[in-house]
């Protein structure tokens, strides 16, 4: 008897438990490295509280050496559009919110594109400062050998015309 008692007050605390504590839910989401998703949530309860946990990685096909860190930012509207969170080029992080309104709350995130281009993007760069430095130098010597070729034809021309005495 005792055994069977046993088994129907904790059959009971685990139903009062489940009932009492609401359960959190997971969502995947797989972003294109400039892309935008949202999700949004009906919420018609006043004065509950939610959290908001996440986190930015890239699949083991694209970086096997974890040498990028990628980042997103992230956006939770309230259902009349005022911004209750707001965070750019984030890798993770922690929000909770205690809902004030009524409506579908929204939750966006941005893959920031960095972790794809800044590699290409500082190689691009510094060939473009390498390259802008040799156009330059190949300016200043073309002006000086322009130069160059200036005086030596009127140093030639004047030695000429001073030969024949026509100067």
């Known amino acids: 008897m005792e055994l069977a008692a046993a088994r ?19 969502l995947w989401l797989e972003l294109p490295s400039s892309g935008t998703k949202c999700v949004s949530e009906r919420i018609a309860q006043q004065r509950r509280r939610y959290g908001l946990d996440y986190y930015a990685f890239i699949g083991e096909d694209y970086d096997a050496n974890n040498t990028v860190v990628p980042s997103i930012s992230v956006k939770v509207t309230s259902p009349y559009g005022n911004d209750l969170y707001h965070q750019e080029k984030v890798s993770h992080g922690q929000f909770a ?19 794809h281009a800044g590699k290409k993007g500082s190689e691009m760069r510094r060939f473009s400062e390498t390259t802008n430095a040799r156009s330059a130098w190949y300016s200043i010597m073309s002006l000086g050998v322009c130069i160059g070729v200036s005086v ?12 024949k005495k026509l100067i």
């Open 8 to 26: 129907c007050l904790w059959t009971v605390l685990l139903v009062v438990a489940v009932a009492v504590f609401p359960a959190a839910r997971g």
């Open 97 to 115: 919110f205690t809902t004030t309104e009524s409506g579908n709350y929204l939750a966006c995130f941005t893959g920031d594109g960095d972790h």
């Open 152 to 163: 030596f034809q009127l140093w030639f021309l004047r030695r000429y015309f001073q030969r």
